[in-house]
Nanobody, 112 residues
Framework: RLAESGGDLVQAGGSLRLSCTAS????????MGWYRQAPGKQRELVAS???????NYGDFVKGRFTVSRDNRKKQVSLQMNSLKPEDTAVYYC????????WGQGTQVTVSS
């Protein structure tokens, strides 16, 4: 089970830090990712971090976001800087590849 938090309304150029807490499973062995879905668009992978700490980002991130994990706390975080209006979406965390079950996500809205 995954619970996302940290979404908010921010102005373009602002920052947000999203957090995801897992429960009920052995967190450290799973590759984890942050995904997002904007209205009318397909869900896309924003960033991923493997169980061993290898990190990848979507091309659109371009150095603005940083993903991290704390296995002891069963948490994965996404620090988002230099936010743009096109980053507006519901953000979800899930395994990579994702489970069929998704959390409620957290809404990020970036105003211009």
């Amino acid at each position: 089970r995954l619970a996302e938090s940290g979404g908010d309304l921010v102005q373009a150029g602002g920052s947000l830090r999203l957090s995801c807490t897992a429960s009920g499973s052995i967190f450290s062995i799973f590759d984890m990712g942050w995904y997002r879905q904007a209205p009318g668009k397909q869900r896309e992978l924003v960033a991923s971090i493997t169980s061993g700490g290898r990190i990848n980002y979507g091309d659109f991130v371009k150095g603005r976001f940083t993903v991290s994990r704390d296995n002891r706390k069963k948490q994965v975080s996404l620090q988002m800087n230099s936010l743009k209006p096109e980053d507006t979406a519901v953000y979800y965390c899930n395994r990579v590849p994702p489970l069929a079950d998704w959390g409620q996500g957290t809404q990020v809205t970036v105003s211009s």
